[in-house]
């Protein structure tokens, strides 16, 4: 299947933003997991003094998370679909929350700069048609020591992952999806997640570009071996 990208890719997200939240909410686990995964960033909560880049926010689910988990954090959380980040704007939210519409490939453009201290990604990077260019961004932005927790559908490599992943996407997801008029926004997801690296080679890429202590951790339920934490760090600066 032709996988949306770029600003088709956020057409898509903009049209699909008025159910998202609706949809997501009927995933078991899902916010759970997003928490789970800001919680592996291993800061210490309640987070003060810390910046941590929300990097493809969506309606605001991650944000969500990572002020749950860490409540006094300045969170700057950004998306490329405008559909989106409006739903996530709009929200009730305490100070230290600010949004900002941009792609992941232009955050400098956008005046998007670290230092951060950590990077939250959730399902984002493979959306992007260039990972690896991001990951150099974030690696710039981040400080020395400074941590990215990526969130993402990432196969272990199982048939039967393979198998459960397009049982739910394909029984339940797009079927829901058409009837609102999204069908080919979550199509889109089911092949993004058969297309992109699995676990170990996503690790892999990570790893290449420049970051270490790299650890991929699954997630519980029926994601298991579906969706995983990759946990990584900008290297100390040797001095």
């Known amino acids: 299947m032709t996988l949306l990208r770029d600003e088709n890719l956020a057409a898509a997200f903009d ?21 789970r995964s800001v919680r592996r960033l291993g800061l210490a909560s309640p987070g003060e003094g810390l910046r941590v880049l929300d990097l493809g926010c969506g309606t605001g689910a991650s944000t969500a998370a990572i002020r749950s988990v860490l409540p006094a954090a300045h969170v700057t959380a950004v998306d490329a679909s405008a559909g989106m980040l409006g739903r996530a704007a709009a929200k009730p939210w305490a100070d230290g929350v600010h949004f900002i519409h941009a792609p992941a490939e232009h955050l400098k453009d956008a005046g998007v700069h670290g230092p951060f201290d950590a990077v939250f990604a959730a399902y984002l990077f493979r959306n992007l048609t260039d990972p690896d260019t991001v990951l150099d961004t974030v690696r710039s932005v981040l400080r020395p020591g400074g941590r990215l927790a990526a969130h993402e559908y990432s196969l272990s490599g199982r048939r039967t992952d393979r198998a459960v992943w397009t049982l739910v996407c394909r029984g339940i997801v797009q079927p829901a999806a058409t009837l609102l008029g999204d069908g080919p926004l979550y199509r889109h997801l089911w092949g993004s997640v058969v297309h992109f690296d699995p676990t170990d080679r996503f690790a892999t890429r990570i790893r290449d570009a420049g970051f270490d202590h790299v650890r991929a951790l699954p997630l519980p339920g029926w994601q298991t071996g579906i969706t995983h934490t990759f946990v990584a760090a900008r290297p100390e600066d040797p001095r």
Do not use: E
Request: aromatic content about 10%; hydrophobic content about 40%; proline content about 5%.
């Open 15 to 35: 049209h699909a933003s008025r159910t998202y939240d609706a949809l997501v909410a009927a995933n078991p686990g899902y916010h759970a997991h997003l928490r």
